[in-house]
């Protein structure tokens, strides 16, 4: 049996797909349902059994994980075919940085190609994936790392390095900019020397970027002057407001109750433009256990 919150969960998710349906028709664009993936994430004791997801008639493929914007997704949210495909990527790689040294390259050409064909592929979206990662992903992308240093002779940064330089880079652009959905997280306590801290019940939403985010800028000596609001919420019971572009149908509000599935929708149209970024993106789906309802156009693709 459903309880009364996961059933209206369902009611409103299909009915905010129907909506994206209509509005894809009335705006000349296409759904291309074949393409169209849904991963449902429900890490509640009992399970049930959800209803197939149908636009136009056609029912929707369900996958245990899917890729978006290259990152790859599974329904626990762990990281293990993410690290799988990104080490097997880099691994190849590395047989062109071992030409270039039976070609006597110097270590500066070496140095640059790694960074580029390399590097590049170990620490994509890096803020997003890295801090949830178990110490075996962790371990086999750095061996990777270890692998280039030996081919090339130099020291190179490690990934965990990469990881800290990049997640306070993002996170003080986020604090500086009022205008992204996350802002209202980074505020400022009485004092002014620290960010108010987030609370979270699983290691799940604990290692998630924004917690990572707020620990990270409360480690440094000094917290750099950027302009933060002056409260922010100490759960998630109000969510921030999410700008979305006004040619959409307005999203339905987030409610927040615990124990909840979230289901998710990707869906490919005609054009390729994004409503979020993927740091956004996970930064709802890391809070699984408290949705109750996401709108399916801050999640779908098109």
């Known amino acids: 049996m459903m309880g009364g919150g996961a059933l209206a969960l369902l009611s409103l998710y299909r009915s905010e797909v129907s909506r994206l349906a209509g509005w894809c028709s009335d ?31 056609a029912t929707v493929e369900r996958v245990s994980s899917t890729k978006f914007l290259g990152v790859h997704i599974t329904e626990d949210l762990s990281w293990t075919d993410n690290t799988a495909a990104l080490a097997k990527k880099s691994q190849q790689r590395l047989y062109f940085l071992r030409k270039l040294r039976r070609a006597r390259a110097p270590p500066p050409i070496m140095y640059t190609f790694y960074r580029g064909t390399i590097e590049s592929i170990l620490t994509s979206c890096i803020t997003v994936w890295y801090g949830a990662c178990n110490a075996s992903c962790r371990k086999t992308l750095q061996r990777i790392v270890r692998a280039a240093e030996k081919i ?4 190179l940064p490690s990934l965990q390095d990469i990881y800290g330089t990049r997640l306070t880079r993002k996170a003080l652009c986020i604090a500086g900019d009022p205008t992204h959905p996350s802002h209202s997280f980074f505020s400022l306590l009485p004092s002014g020397r620290r960010l108010r801290s987030l609370q979270a019940r699983t290691s ?34 109000t969510p921030p407001q999410v700008p979305h ?19 998710l929708c990707s869906s490919g149209l005609l054009t390729t433009s994004f409503t979020m970024d993927l740091t956004s993106f996970y930064l709802l789906i890391s809070q699984f256990n408290k949705i109750t309802a996401l709108s399916p156009l801050s999640l779908c693709h098109f």
């Open 152 to 155: 090339i002779g130099v020291s």
């Open 245 to 263: 572009p006004q040619v959409l149908p307005p999203p339905l509000p987030l409610t927040y109750e615990c124990h909840a599935p979230v289901t």
């Open 27 to 57: 705006n000349n664009l296409s759904l291309n349902v074949e393409k169209t993936k849904e991963i449902v994430v429900d890490f509640r004791r009992a399970h049930t059994q959800h209803v197939p997801l149908t636009i136009n008639g």
């Open 204 to 237: 799940r939403l604990k290692d998630s970027f924004i917690h990572q985010a707020v620990r990270k800028l409360n480690s440094l000596p000094n917290l750099p002057p950027v302009p933060l609001l002056p409260q922010a919420p100490l759960n998630y019971e």
